[in-house]
């Protein structure tokens, strides 16, 4: 019986301490290699355009991080706003601050979207941050997503990124809508 007491409290301490983050930082490199994959996306893609873009996606990554008071691994830090410790630090804040901050830019080569991966058996909806060349579409793009490891920027192309099903966020509330329809013509 004292065995089986023990698990949940175990359990707990693992998500408490064993998250424990480290500040995360980024280097040149991790810039240049995000620019070098933006510019590959197409060869319209204006360099410098790239180089800021990618520049902006990490620092401010680390910046919202630092807004957000992130201490925890994402789930954790999920679970402290929905218990009214933290104000801010979800998905979709990262991506709206990244949009907003990515927006500033005006960028004439690149395009910013909003995507969203719906929930399924074993996740729970996710949005992030993709960029493209201007006029593609968020499959053609590279995920921004800080999120994913408590501000330290994940960057993948949006197909390369087998975790989530990524889609434009308007295709998604679509969908959603019409579920929630054909739900309620079945109800009556």
């Not at 990618?54 to 401010?60: D, E, F, G, Q």
């Not at 830019?105 to 949005?127: D, G, K, Q, Y």
């Not at 995920?143 to 889609?167: C, H, I, K, M």
Request: hydrophobic share 40%.
């Amino acid at each position: 019986m004292t065995k089986l007491f023990l698990w949940p409290l175990l359990a707990m301490a693992i998500l408490m301490f064993g998250g424990c983050t480290t500040k995360p930082t980024v280097g040149q490199n991790n810039i240049n290699d995000l620019a070098l994959a933006i510019q590959g996306l197409g060869p319209d893609v204006d360099p410098e355009e790239a180089q800021r873009a990618a520049s902006i996606a990490y620092r401010h990554s680390l910046r919202l991080a630092q807004e957000y008071q992130i201490t925890d691994p994402p789930i954790v830090h999920n679970t402290k706003i929905h218990h009214g410790l933290r104000e801010r630090g979800l998905c979709n804040h990262y991506t709206e601050d990244m949009l907003e901050r990515l927006n500033q830019e005006r960028f004439r080569t690149l395009s910013l979207h909003w995507a969203t991966s719906p929930s399924s058996m074993f996740r729970i909806v996710h949005h992030t941050a993709v960029i493209s060349r201007q006029g593609a579409k968020v499959e053609d793009g590279i995920v921004l997503d800080p999120w994913r490891y408590g501000g330290a920027l994940f960057w993948s192309p949006t197909r390369a990124d087998e975790r989530y099903n990524w889609q434009l966020l308007d295709d998604v509330q679509e969908l959603l809508r019409a579920r929630r329809g054909k739900a309620a013509s079945k109800a009556n």
